[in-house]
């Protein structure tokens, strides 16, 4: 069975400073992983993917995540925080056959002025 | 502008009543999918389909049934709503690609009260 692990269920940054969001996973087939970002009361919108073309994938909004496999990591990082970024953000790992997603159970970013 | 609608962002509805939650996609996708959402456990599959009138389990079905009569549209059905079901629920479609380049879509979401 897949599973994914995000690590705190709060991050806290300044504006400007770099987020780091962390994500670990378990999977014993080559993962198809995902990071969405969730803004209140919306649905979920994807940030980016990893299907084992290259390992550093970059999203939208200036994201990027980074695959390791002797880590078994994937974790999303953006240089500089905006106010904007303040959202709820989940790590997904893919069923290769019917692409359904198991999910972590989601990371709050807080951003401070 | 690729879409998956559900029918209502909020609703109430009392205990023991039967509860229909719709989702359309316009993306002619294969796929879908219904998630619930609850703080601090993320999102959990409750039940998808990959094609019409097919349907499978997922990880918490019990409660839970779905009808994919149309391609476009799944719908998600508690039986008897209890209050342990009150939630956000999610739907989302994606294209038959085996996982690799298979963007799931999701809606807005509808939240679910049940007093």
């Known amino acids: 069975a897949q599973s994914v692990t995000q690590l705190g269920s709060h991050v806290s940054v300044s504006e400007g400073a770099l987020v780091l969001l962390r994500c670990n996973y378990s999977?014993?087939?080559?993962?198809?992983l995902f990071w969405y970002v969730q803004y209140p009361n919306q649905g979920l919108q994807l940030l980016l993917k990893?299907?084992?073309?290259?390992?550093l994938v970059k999203g939208i909004n200036g994201f990027e995540a980074e695959f390791k496999k002797s880590e078994t990591s994937f974790h999303l990082t953006k240089p500089s925080a905006h106010m904007s970024d303040a959202a709820e953000y989940f790590c997904?790992?893919?069923?290769?056959?019917?692409?359904?997603?198991?999910f972590g159970k989601g990371t709050m970013l807080l951003v401070s002025p | 502008d690729v879409k998956v609608t559900q029918s209502s962002r909020y609703l109430v509805k009392r205990t023991g009543e039967k509860v229909f939650l719709e989702c359309v996609q316009d993306m002619d996708h294969e796929n879908m999918f219904w998630y619930r959402q609850d703080p601090g456990l993320g999102l959990r599959l409750i039940y998808f389909?990959?094609?019409?009138?097919?349907?499978e389990k997922g990880d918490i079905p019990e409660g839970y049934s779905v009808s994919r009569e149309k391609k476009e549209r799944f719908s998600l059905i508690l039986e008897s709503a209890s209050t342990n079901q009150t939630s956000m629920y999610l739907c989302a479609s994606s294209s038959l690609g085996q996982g690799m380049n298979t963007e799931a879509f999701f809606g807005q979401g509808t939240r679910l009260t049940v007093v």
């Open positions: 999977s014993s087939v080559p993962p198809y």
């Open positions: 389909s990959y094609d019409v009138k097919m349907k």
């Open positions: 997904a790992v893919s069923d290769r056959r019917y692409s359904t997603l198991t």
């Open positions: 990893y299907t084992s073309a290259a390992t």
